[in-house]
């Protein structure tokens, strides 16, 4: 008989690893808290690594409909809009000839509904919060905020940064707050007119802050951004957010370039979002329990990866899961093995991405340089093909290449 898969969590990590068991013929139940599967006002930018398997799950043209590409990669310095480093992305097909797939700028509501719409009702349970898990012999009791409980013989955590399931896995791992804070907002084309280059993924930097956006929808007519300012020491709060004075993003930024100003400006900042990451976990499986996504790697998203690295677990995680559990302790030995590397050094690297973005004027010098040999440096993330990498790869050693490979990027970043 089939295993009962339970998953808890319809977000992007969710909703894409139903879609993958599918393919294989698995159906699985996605548990998600939330009444509806909405994200209001924030997007998310899809890089060829996440691309190459949406478009495998058949998601991709739909996807490209709500979407943009965007034309270039840049990084500019805060004060001026002199170009520090620029790399075509859109522009002459430069990037899906490089590696296979696109990169899209996308709202993350729309993103959202074509998984929910490619998963159909049936199996999606709305308004169902995990309360408790209680581990029955072999198999996983789940308790519901709603009062219902259901037994599976197979429970993923795919239920974000916070992650309940986490707790049962590894223990009392909670988020850890980075000492860094973003104010975002999506701010119309057509008022900013001080911006250079407005359908470019742009980078801006200065001490102790940048501001990172991309034009998203299917006419680019909106550009997201995320400007991310070091603090407050500690966070506080229960919440992602946390409550702040009208002026707090615009005096942040002040003396900025004028493109920049007038997209903090744009919109009001009644809260500034804390960032948060994983510690590595020593292990993502305990039991019939395993992790995916933010709940085993939250990073910081300063190589916009987060949800990248989220859909290549439920790639392979979906490839792994055996039809016969007798083998599924063996099976998520290999899936831990398979991602857990990679995702550390990204996570690592990301970490050091924004020590690098907030240097002060005194302390650039080096860094242009870096950024000059970006694709170089940090292909290897977009090349990555997860479908390929875990049916290809022996079933239980690492490979040579792939030894060499994490040695040979575990301090590459773009910081010193
Ligand atoms: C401001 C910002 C910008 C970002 N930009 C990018 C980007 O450009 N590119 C990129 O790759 N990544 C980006 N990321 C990271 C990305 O959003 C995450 O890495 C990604 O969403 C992780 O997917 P997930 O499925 O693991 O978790 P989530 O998308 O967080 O989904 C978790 C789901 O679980 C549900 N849930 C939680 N607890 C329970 C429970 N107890 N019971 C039932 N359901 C539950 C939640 O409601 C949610 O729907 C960004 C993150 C932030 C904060």
Known sequence: MAPRIGIIGGGIGGLTLALALRRRGLTADVFEQAS???????????????TRELERLGCLDAIAALSCQPSELIWRGWTDDGRVAAFPVARDGAYRARFGAPYFGIH????????????GPDRLHLGHRLLALVPEGDAIVLQFANGHTTRVDVLVGADGVRSQVRQFVAGEERAAYSGTSAFR??????????????????????????????????????????????????????TWTAPAAPDEATVAFAGWHP???????????????????????????????????????????????????????SI?????????????EAAMQRYQMLRRARTRIIQRSSRATNASLHLPDN??????????????????????????????????????????????????TVAD
Not at 36 to 43: H, S, V
Not at 108 to 119: K, S
Not at 272 to 278: A, D, Q, S
Not at 316 to 328: G, H, I, N, S, V
């Open 259 to 313: 493109a920049v100003v007038e997209m903090v400006s744009a919109v009001p900042h009644k809260v500034r979002w804390g960032l948060f990451t994983v510690r590595p976990l020593q292990t993502w499986c305990r039991g019939r329990a395993v992790l995916l996504g933010d709940a085993a790697h939250g990073m910081l998203p300063h190589h916009g990866q987060g949800a990248n690295t989220t859909i290549e677990d």
């Open 185 to 238: 907002g999506i701010v119309p084309v057509r008022d900013l007119p001080s911006l250079p280059d407005p359908q470019a993924l742009q980078f801006w930097m200065g001490p102790n802050a940048h501001l990172l956006h991309y034009a998203i929808g299917p006419s680019g007519k909106d550009v997201n951004f995320f400007a991310v300012v070091e603090g407050p020491e500690r966070w506080a709060h229960e």
């Open 316 to 328: 392979t995680l979906a490839e792994l899961l055996p039809a016969r559990l007798q083998d599924f």
């Open 36 to 50: 509806e599967l909405r994200e209001i006002g924030a997007a998310v930018a899809l890089s060829a690594n996440a």
């Open 108 to 119: 993350r509501a729309d993103l959202q509904r074509v998984l929910g719409t490619a998963h």
């Open 363 to 412: 302390a650039v010098a080096g860094r242009s340089a870096r950024l000059a040999r970006f694709p170089e440096r940090f292909g290897w993330i977009h090349e990555f093909d997860a479908l390929k990498d875990v049916t290809s790869r022996a079933a239980s050693v690492l490979t040579v290449r792939q030894k060499a490979w994490s040695l040979g990027h575990a301090a590459d």
